[in-house]
T-cell receptor, first 111, second 117 residues
């Protein structure tokens, strides 16, 4: 069974540029999460989806970050414009009943 | 509110020796507890979880964890460490039935395990 798929794996952009990350969850998992992970830290939730609905997005900086999960399957996280402080790893995870399974992450470097 | 603490930033152990990575938690009700491992440039990989039942939980790669309700701990253990176990380990906790709270697990800061040959 395929795990959580994310792309791209690495992205280097200049500040003020837009960037987008894509995630395809494990088949049948209704819940999808986007996390931010800074170096030496644990994951911090940005947004959680139950099917198409964003149910936890209080930690998402809505002035520059947006996310969508239009058909309740794959999801896109966008940053526009990117800032230097956005350099981090962006992790996607999905879950069925309880356990979260993570993708490999996208490492973003903003110059 | 729920929280988790991993009191050690780094644990060093010799190959072949037993290892323990510590985790303590706080939840309002009963917990779901998880351990994940992260290798360099990889996402978090699920190792094991405690939901209910036997306090000793066995997981992947020979790891196990012991749930101790009185000490609110869920330490990760392995009888004989391998060099390949060297990685970052994360403990996470979630309230089983949060009242007005979140179903999102809270993660610790992580513990770097270094196994020396």
């Amino acid at each position: 069974e395929a795990g959580v798929v994310q792309s791209p794996r690495y992205k280097i952009i200049e500040k003020k540029q837009p960037v987008a990350f894509w995630c395809n969850p494990i088949s049948g998992h209704n819940t999808l999460y986007w996390y931010l992970q800074n170096l030496g830290q644990g994951p911090e939730l940005l947004i959680r989806y139950e099917n198409e609905e964003a149910v936890d997005d209080s930690q998402l900086p809505k002035d520059r970050f947006s996310a969508e999960r239009l058909k309740g399957v794959d999801s896109t996280l966008k940053i526009q414009p990117a800032e230097l402080g956005d350099s981090a790893v962006y992790l996607c995870a999905s879950s069925g009943e309880v356990t979260q399974y993570f993708g490999p992450g996208t490492r973003l470097l903003v110059l | 509110a729920q929280s988790v603490a991993q009191p050690e930033d780094q644990v060093n152990v010799a190959e072949g020796n037993p290892l323990t990575v510590k985790c303590t938690y706080s939840v309002s009700g009963n917990p779901y507890l998880f351990w994940y491992v992260q290798y360099p440039n990889r996402g978090l990989q699920f190792l094991l979880k405690y939901i209910t039942g036997d306090n000793l939980v066995k997981g992947s790669y020979g790891f196990e964890a012991e749930f101790n309700k009185s000490q609110t701990s869920f330490h990760l253990k392995k009888p004989s460490a391998l060099v390949s176990d060297s990685a970052l380990y994360f403990c996470a906790v979630r309230d089983i039935a949060p009242r007005g709270g979140s179903y999102i697990p809270t993660f610790g800061r992580g513990t770097s395990l270094i196994v020396h040959p």
